[in-house]
């Protein structure tokens, strides 16, 4: 069993449409989550970073962490076309001892179309 | 600022050849990583490095070598290349926060395509 399972997809909605990608995970030390973007044929940038549990807002972008189920999830909210991208959901271990190595799931791949 | 680039963009190699792949950065970031990226794989570390002169296993070290002789630069060799490594190649790297914290923010290059036939 993968230590970050995420559902490859791939995931095509309409233009508008409320989408939500999601992660979950075996290793309950992971403190830190993070969402990437990658563009086809492009590195990876990041585009959420949280700590612990919690909500975080930007823009149209909602992340959510729920570490009791080992859970994390990244709406977005009126989908455009140029959102469309594969994303990936990236764990860390707190404290120096991690090196900021991070776990990633395999990534979703999804296309907006007008 | 170029941030993290990455030489060369494309190569094809047959089995058995070596090769480098070369890794810069000008954001003077401590930490440095090698990942490949492979379809239904997600990112997996290959080495990663705290500091010049130092370098450390990831995930999936067998088969490759590396180096971190100056700070914003980590090479990643390839001695005898297999067809097992054909791969996208990123190299990223983090910084550490005042206080002596990590972020855990990694920046991406934007990777290699290696074919090895």
């Known amino acids: 069993q993968k230590e970050v399972e995420q559902d490859p997809g791939p995931l095509s909605v309409p233009e508008g449409a409320i989408v939500s990608l999601n992660c979950t995970y075996s290793?309950?030390?992971?403190?830190?989550f993070m969402w990437y973007r990658q563009y086809s044929r492009k590195g990876p940038e990041l585009l959420m970073y949280?700590?612990?549990?919690g909500n975080k807002e930007d823009g149209r972008f909602t992340a959510q962490v729920d570490k009791s189920s080992k859970y994390i999830s990244l709406f977005i909210r009126d989908s455009q076309p140029s959102d469309s991208a594969t994303y990936l959901c990236?764990?860390?271990?707190?404290?120096?001892?991690?090196?900021?190595?991070?776990?990633f799931g395999q990534g979703t791949i999804l296309t907006v179309h007008p | 600022n170029a941030g993290v680039t990455q030489t060369p963009k494309f190569r094809v190699l047959k089995t058995g050849q070596s090769m480098t792949l070369l890794c810069a950065q000008d954001?003077?970031?401590?930490?440095m990583y090698w990942y490949r990226q492979d379809p239904g794989m997600g990112l997996r570390l290959i080495h990663y490095?705290?500091?010049?002169?130092?370098?450390a296993k990831g995930e999936v070290p067998d088969g490759y070598n590396v180096s971190r002789l100056k700070k914003q630069n980590f090479l990643l060799g390839l001695e005898s290349a297999a067809p097992s490594q054909t791969s996208v190649y990123f190299c990223?790297?983090?910084?550490?926060?005042?206080?002596?914290?990590?972020?855990?923010?990694?920046?991406f290059g934007p990777g290699t395509r290696l074919t090895v036939l």
């Open positions: 990223a790297s983090s910084y550490v926060v005042s206080g002596g914290g990590l972020r855990n923010e990694q920046f």
């Open positions: 290793n309950s030390a992971f403190q830190y």
């Open positions: 949280t700590y612990s549990s």
């Open positions: 990236a764990m860390s271990l707190a404290g120096g001892t991690s090196y900021g190595k991070l776990t």
């Open positions: 954001m003077n970031h401590e930490y």
């Open positions: 490095s705290v500091g010049e002169g130092t370098t």
